[in-house]
T-cell receptor, first 112, second 113 residues
Framework: DAKTTQPNSMESNEEEPVHLPCNHSTISGTDYIHWYRQLPSQGPEYVIHGLTSNVNNRMASLAIAEDRKSSTLILHRATLRDAAVYYCILRGVVRNFNKFYFGSGTKLNVKP | DVKVTQSSRYLVKRTGEKVFLECVQDMDHENMFWYRQDPGLGLRLIYFSYDVKMKEKGDIPEGYSVSREKKERFSLILESASTNQTSMYLC????????????FGPGTRLTVL
């Protein structure tokens, strides 16, 4: 199974950009890269996903390396509300069903 | 908004008890999932279901079973709870076979004494 590697924790200042890295060296050609985040005492929530090209949405940007073995989630201006655990996940297909492979995530601390 | 609800936020049970964790989603999603979350291990998939009465084992199904009698409801059953099943249990749902986003419930923190 493809897996992801993320730093255990990172720290950022409020209103500054944050780059959260993820390595997925065993990714297969059909695996999508997803990012979810989990705020304290809540279930994970979707942030963004992509396959090969960089992606932007209202929450974040996703930069995918050309060889797809790594990716970076970019929060353009961190707020205190962005303090959470961020999961980089690969979505594969197993017998025609989507399967998500969660790692341990990166705990982001945002300082005022 | 999609809503996934779980029957309890906190639950305390004794070793050997039969435990039912209930999950309900209100968006007519085909797929439903049960995960457990433990410190340092992230989320691990226990079981998932892609249709009523259909189920597939995830990565750690041992000690668990599931039931999906109605599309909106997915139950996780611990036949005989053990202390190593103390964990946070998360339910999720998603659209069809190509669904790209899973919607999670708030979780149930189960303690087995």
């Amino acid at each position: 199974d493809a897996k992801t590697t993320q730093p255990n924790s990172m720290e950022s200042n409020e209103e500054e950009p944050v780059h959260l890295p993820c390595n997925h060296s065993t990714i297969s050609g059909t695996d999508y890269i997803h990012w979810y985040r989990q705020l304290p005492s809540q279930g994970p929530e979707y942030v963004i996903h992509g396959l090969t090209s960089n992606v932007n949405n209202r929450m974040a940007s996703l930069a995918i390396a050309e060889d797809r073995k790594s990716s970076t989630l970019i929060l353009h201006r961190a707020t205190l509300r962005d303090a959470a655990v961020y999961y980089c996940i690969l979505r594969g297909v197993v017998r025609n069903f989507n399967k998500f492979y969660f790692g341990s995530g990166t705990k982001l601390n945002v300082k005022p | 908004d999609v809503k996934v609800t779980q029957s309890s936020r906190y639950l305390v049970k004794r070793t050997g008890e039969k435990v039912f964790l209930e999950c309900v989603q209100d968006m007519d999603h085909e797929n439903m999932f049960w995960y457990r979350q433990d410190p340092g291990l992230g989320l691990r998939l226990i079981y998932f279901s892609y249709d009523v009465k259909m189920k597939e084992k995830g990565d750690i199904p041992e000690g668990y079973s599931v039931s999906r009698e109605k599309k909106e409801r997915f139950s996780l059953i611990l036949e005989s709870a053990s202390t190593n099943q103390t964990s946070m249990y998360l339910c999720a749902s998603s659209y069809g076979t190509s669904g790209s986003e899973q919607f999670f419930g708030p979780g149930t923190r189960l303690t087995v004494l």
